[in-house]
């Protein structure tokens, strides 16, 4: 099986607001299956032996997109489950479209596809199938995100990113230490500690499914990345640093 070793360099847009600030956007929304295709190829080399991986992605999830293509890079097999619906939404049809073989669960609250998840992989009763953790929680991940993240030429004194698994703005506080982390909550309560030294949390008013009411002069995901531009607008200072995961699937 291959090994995709490169790391992706960032690519950064400014973008000049109404006021005249200047937040500099990391548009990971350049990269097939987004941010979580920097680390996805790191995890697979961490097990070689495993051949498939297997993941519980909610409706408009990201990581199903980059699973099933870094799977197909690398010469593995990506198994997503998914909440049913009579329309398959977009990011799992380019899920489909790289190759992976997905699974949809009656009554597909994200806990139900994670045990239907669960499941499967024990039910394979070998080593070659291995589970993806939530928002691919691993440090194969972090540590890829963060050694992108440390290839920016400054360290940005203002960082914001959505949270969902906290993936993302753990790595980047492992990164930029001395900066001021800001996050905007999209769903779920986070646990103690995986918010890690963010100072500010804010949380979007929309429902987890809901787009933004305010999107950004960028593609992202309208139900996800957008929802941080509101108080991007409100409370960024000039010059922060906004870390873009993906790009709207249509």
Known sequence: MKRIKKTKPLIVMPVTLDDGRTINVIRDDALEGGTKSRGLPALFGAYPEVSEWVYASPTTGYAQI??????????????VFVPKRAKLS?????????????????????KNCQRAAARYVEGQANKACR??????????????????????????????CVFGSGTLTRSLQKAWPNAEHNI?????????????IAAHVFRAKEGFSQNAKIQPPF???????????????????????????????K
């Open 66 to 79: 980059a699973l099933a293509y870094c799977a197909k890079q690398t010469g593995r097999k990506a198994t």
């Open 219 to 249: 593609t992202c995901v309208a139900n996800y990345d957008a929802k941080a531009w509101q108080f991007v607008l409100r409370y960024a200072e000039d010059g922060a640093y906004f870390w873009n995961v993906g790009a709207e699937i």
């Open 131 to 160: 589970l993806v953790p939530f928002g691919v929680n691993h440090p194969a991940m972090t540590a890829e995100i963060t050694k992108a993240a440390k290839l920016l030429p400054e360290d940005p004194k203002e960082v914001w």
């Open 90 to 110: 977009p990011y799992t049809q380019r899920a489909i479209e790289w190759g992976a073989d997905i699974r949809q669960v009656n009554m597909g609250f994200l």
């Open 184 to 196: 905007v909550l999209v769903g779920r309560e986070p646990s103690m500690g995986e918010t890690g």
